[in-house]
């Protein structure tokens, strides 16, 4: 018997996996996935990115089949996965990879999952193994790619940017595609995967969300449905020349990367939920400040100077940046760190509403903040660690260094609370909660 392709072994894999196979401790993060995810979600839906969506999805129409998250009106599954995804990324609160390998690959996966699940009234363990199964899908084409950088030397960005292949993966798992179907999907959203991540100099982080979560989850969703209706594409897309990883990184087969542990090691068990809406790593250094700030019973008026030590790779281009009216403050490392001396909490609210950036004692502590990068911290274990020093007005000189850390569930209640009270009050976050937090017993989520 011939040996099965790299592509039909993941997918027969998959398709062998039950709701109930999966590990415990996994199904419980995959359900604090969706717990904590749709809590950013619901708060990103006040940003201007998440209007402009909804614009685009009004603009378009289609059957309201699904919810587009904190908004009365449905949509289409397209248009759906399109803002909610979008939504995912809308800003930096949502959960990151603690490896620093993939990125945001929440955002895309869980759209799609949810969209399809409320397209054919999947039950919440269906849509919490479509999670499970598209990240694990998404990670390990990141594993392969580092592995190829590891032994090339060579730097290849996103392999895939957009984490449109795990998108597909969960929409079609989700959906109810047989194995074959879900095939011709991966082989079309090849196609339409993203490679470009040129959103740097982007003041408005509207590229950014798109691109982490919106294009993903949008070309995800479509590739499935365009193989449930009967398209075609390449089988074994992950095989071969000229297939993806060809195509991406000039290799003919995936290697062991793809398939190792496959059902002993899951992904998405390295997801770290982030207390503090900053991106670019400087979350953690926020997370530093206000714990040696109030170990120290410190307030913003003892301050004379913050000294953050960064990893090199998120000094570069990050610390000098303009505030612009209507710009997220969430990604330049001063202003992160200046909104958190003077406000503290979890920084979404401060970074978008102006009343927090225009004033002079936010300039004034702006200036006190000095970044530097440590050459020694390089590399992806050191990824998210940061060093701050506090000195203070009367002489005194305050240190501590931490890497990121995973949130108990107590602090993801808090944040869960906080967030969805911004966007809908106190009764729905009590509702909301009781429902997500029994995803897995809910026999339909349309």
């Known amino acids: 018997m011939a040996e099965l392709s790299s592509t039909k072994s993941f997918l027969k894999w998959m398709y062998a996996t039950r709701f109930e196979d999966i590990p415990s401790d996994v199904r419980q993060m995959a359900l604090l996935a969706l717990y904590d995810g749709i809590g950013c979600n619901l708060a990103c839906s006040m940003l201007p990115s998440a209007h402009r969506m909804v614009d685009f999805a009004n603009l378009v129409g289609g059957s309201p089949d699904c919810t587009m998250m904190g908004f009365p009106m449905r949509t289409s599954a397209l248009n759906a996965v399109q803002v909610n995804g979008t939504l995912g990324h809308?800003?930096?609160?949502?959960?990151?990879?603690?490896?620093?390998?993939?990125?945001?690959?929440?955002?895309?996966?869980m759209a799609g999952a949810?969209?399809?699940?409320?397209?054919?009234?999947?039950?919440?363990?269906?849509?919490?193994?479509?999670?499970?199964?598209?990240?694990?899908?998404?990670k390990r084409m990141v594993r392969v790619a580092a592995q190829v950088e590891r032994e090339t030397g060579n730097a290849f960005g996103p392999v895939d940017a957009g984490n449109t292949m795990g998108a597909t993966a969960a929409a079609g798992i989700t959906l109810g595609l047989p194995p074959d179907r879900l095939e011709v999907a991966l082989g079309v959203a090849a196609h339409m995967s993203c490679n470009i991540a040129a959103y740097a100099g982007e003041t408005a982080h509207m590229t950014?969300?798109?691109?982490?979560?919106?294009?993903?989850?949008?070309?995800?969703?479509?590739?499935?449905?365009?193989?449930?209706?009967?398209?075609?594409a390449p089988r074994d897309i992950f095989d071969g020349q000229p297939g993806f990883f060809h195509s991406r990184l000039g290799i003919r087969e995936p290697g062991p990367e793809f398939l190792r542990g496959l059902g002993e090691e899951y992904g998405i068990m390295g997801l770290?939920?982030?207390?503090?809406?900053?991106?670019?790593?400087?979350?953690?250094?926020?997370?530093?400040?206000?714990e040696v700030m109030s170990e120290n019973g410190l307030s913003a008026g003892d301050i004379a100077e913050i000294q953050a030590e960064v990893v090199p790779r998120r000094d570069e281009g990050l610390t000098s940046s303009v505030h612009h009216a209507n710009t997220s403050l969430s990604h330049s490392g001063r202003e992160v760190l200046a909104l958190a001396a003077l406000?503290?909490?979890?920084?979404?609210?401060?970074?978008?509403?102006?009343?927090?950036?225009?004033?002079?004692?936010?300039?004034?502590?702006?200036?006190?903040?000095?970044?530097?990068?440590?050459n020694d911290w390089a590399g992806f274990e050191d990824r998210f660690y940061a060093g701050v020093t506090v000195i203070t007005k009367d002489g005194r000189k305050l240190s501590k260094e931490s890497?990121?850390?995973?949130?108990?569930?107590?602090?993801?209640?808090?944040?869960?609370?906080?967030?969805v009270s911004l966007?809908?009050?106190?009764?729905?976050?009590?509702?909301?909660?009781?429902?997500?937090r029994r995803l897995d017993t809910v026999s339909n989520v349309a």
């Not at 809308?90 to 945001?104: I, V």
């Not at 691109?211 to 398209?231: C, D, F, S, T």
């Not at 729905?428 to 909660?433: F, I, N, P, Q």
Request: charge should be neutral; hydrophobic fraction near 40%; avoid cysteine.
């Open 208 to 232: 950014a969300s798109f691109l982490r979560g919106g294009v993903g989850a949008r070309n995800g969703m479509a590739a499935v449905l365009m193989a449930k209706v009967g398209y075609d």
């Open 403 to 419: 890497k990121d850390r995973q949130m108990t569930e107590a602090e993801l209640d808090a944040k869960f609370s906080y967030l």
């Open 423 to 436: 966007r809908a009050g106190e009764d729905k976050v009590r509702e909301l909660a009781q429902v997500l």
């Open 114 to 138: 949810l969209a399809s699940g409320q397209l054919v009234g999947a039950s919440g363990p269906e849509v919490l193994r479509g999670v499970v199964l598209g990240y694990e899908l998404s």
């Open 272 to 290: 770290i939920f982030k207390r503090h809406n900053a991106g670019g790593g400087y979350h953690v250094a926020r997370l530093v400040l206000l």
């Open 90 to 109: 809308g800003d930096e609160m949502d959960a990151h990879d603690g490896d620093g390998r993939g990125t945001h690959i929440l955002a895309a996966v």
């Open 343 to 374: 406000h503290g909490g979890m920084g979404l609210r401060e970074a978008h509403d102006e009343k927090f950036s225009n004033t002079l004692e936010f300039s004034a502590m702006r200036e006190r903040v000095k970044i530097s990068a440590r």
